[in-house]
């Protein structure tokens, strides 16, 4: 089994997926600080489930 396999990590990708798509519609004076910092916890759910399994 790996990984990608986990119901955990598949969740948690997708929603990750969903945050990205949706912070494409954040105001323009937030891109590189709220946009950037919601984006990259979103990134580090599955990261953070990937390096403990």
Same mark, same amino acid.
Do not use: C, H, N
């Given at each position: 089994?790996?990984?990608?396999?986990?119901?955990?990590?598949?969740?948690? *990708?997708?929603? #990750?997926?969903?945050? *990205?798509?949706?912070?494409?519609? *954040?105001?323009?004076?937030?891109?590189?600080?709220?946009?950037?910092?919601?984006?990259?916890?979103?990134?580090n759910v599955c990261a953070n489930? #990937?390096?403990?399994?």
């Open positions: 089994m790996r990984y990608q396999d986990l119901l955990a990590y598949q969740k948690g *990708f997708s929603l #990750a997926m969903k945050i *990205f798509e949706l912070s494409k519609s *954040f105001p323009r004076e937030e891109k590189y600080s709220l946009t950037d910092k919601v984006r990259r916890s979103s990134r489930i #990937a390096k403990a399994y």
